[in-house]
């Protein structure tokens, strides 16, 4: 029931920044956590960061903590992601994922399969 498209994927160089964007329709998105993934060709996809229903809670990769934020807009329902200080190992497609949950925690988002609803990604390129 929810539909999700990423954008703001692109080409950087390292060092520099990218504003990624998730645009969600169907469902009410307040009562969904969302997160971000990436993945790379023959690689899992792996977590990146999640945003509890009202922004109160936020998880981080360690790879990206202190580089990355994440943030949502439920009046628009949208979900970003701030990409900061990128680097070449950030290459990646990055997916935004969505699941309900009926409080303002975040667990249970880490895993890949956590996750309900999908965006098709956007391709993050970091040159050196």
């Known amino acids: 029931q929810v539909q999700l498209v990423e954008s703001g994927g692109g080409l950087v160089q390292a060092g520099g920044s990218l504003r990624l964007s998730c645009v969600a329709s169907?469902?009410?998105?307040?009562?969904?956590?969302v997160g971000w993934f990436r993945q790379a060709p023959g690689k899992e996809r792996e977590f990146v960061a999640a945003i509890s229903r009202s922004s109160s809670n936020k998880l981080y990769a360690d790879s990206v903590k202190g580089r990355f934020t994440i943030s949502r807009d439920n009046a628009k329902n949208t979900g970003y992601l701030q990409m900061n200080s990128l680097k070449p190992e950030d290459t990646d497609v990055y997916y935004c994922?969505?699941?309900?949950?009926?409080?303002?925690?975040?667990?249970?988002?880490?895993?890949?399969?956590?996750?309900?609803?999908w965006g098709e990604g956007t391709l993050v390129t970091v040159s050196s």
């Open positions: 169907g469902g009410t998105f307040s009562t969904y956590v």
């Open positions: 994922a969505a699941v309900f949950r009926s409080t303002n925690l975040v667990i249970g988002v880490r895993r890949a399969d956590d996750m309900d609803y």
